[in-house]
C-alpha cells in the first residue's frame, strides 16, 4: 500500500485531508504537525507522496520543498502543497520552490487524488523538464 | 563553460537557453575549498558574474563594498560558520534581503533545519549537479523577486 505524509500544523484541516485520501482507499495515511515533524517522517518512513500547507511554525511549506529538493536522496519525492494562500505569487513561490502540484483550500476531495495520482506518477525527467520550463518563462519574463 | 552553445541539446532544456535571455546574476561563494570553487566556476560559466570569499570575514568586508545578487556559502568556514553569516545577513538593514544559499556536504535534518533556521533561503547538498546548481540560483532570485514584491 503507497504511503502519503501529511503535514499541517490545523488537526481539523488533517482529519479533512486524510478523509478525502482515505476515500480513495488506496493509500496508508499518517500526519505530521510542523515542517521539523515532518522531515523527520520524511527521512524515517520515506512516503510515496507528501501533503504539505505552507504557513507552519518552525519551517514553513516552501522552506520544507526547497529542503527535499536540494538533496539528491530526497529531491524526486511527490510533493504538493495545499494551502489556503491563493495568490498567483503564492502559486508561483511554490512552484518554483520545487513543488509538483499547488492546490489552494477549500479543496475537493477528487481533486486532491486525483492530484496525488498524477504526481505519484511524475519521473524523475519529467519534474527536470517542468523546471526548465519555469526558467524558460522566467527569461522570458526578463 | 555552460553546455548551451551547444547544438545537440533538447529545446526545453535549460541549456538551450541563451545566457543573454536572462539577467546576469552576480554571485558571492564563500568557501575557503580552492577547489569546489573552481567546481562552482565551471558549473555556473558565463551566465554568471562570480566573486569569491574564503572566510566570513573576508564575505563581511566584500558585502561592505558590493552587494551581490545571492550569496552560496559553505556551512564550514575556517573562522565561522556560514549558520553566522546567514544570521549576521539576517540582522543587517542593508543586507537583511540578500538571498542565500547553503552549499555544504553537512546533510543531516538538523543541519538543513538549523540552516533555514538561521535564516538560509535554500540549502543545496554537495556532490551538486551543475545544472541543478545553476537552475536553483535562476529559481531562487525569481523567488526572493516575488517575496520582495509581496513586501
Redesign the interface.
Known sequence: MKKVLVIDDNPTIVELIKYAVNLQGTYQVSVAYDGIQGLESIYNERPDCVIVDVKMPRLDGYQLVRCLRGDARTADIPLIILSALTRAEDQMTGMLSGVDEYLTKPFRPSALNQAIERVIRLTPAERQRRMDALLQNQAERE | MLSWRISRQPV???SS?HPQ???RLHILLVDSDAHMREKVRQALGAGFTLSYACSLEEAQRFLAEALPDIVICEMVLPDSSGLELCRLVRRSLLWQHLPIMLLTSL?T?QD??AG??AGA?????KPF?ARHLV??L??LS??KH??F??G
Open positions: 526545453n532544456s535549460v537557453i535571455q536572462l539577467h546533510s535534518l538543513k533545519v533555514f533556521e533561503d535554500d540549502y543545496l547538498v549537479d537552475a536553483r535562476r529559481l525569481r523567488i516575488l517575496e514584491d509581496r
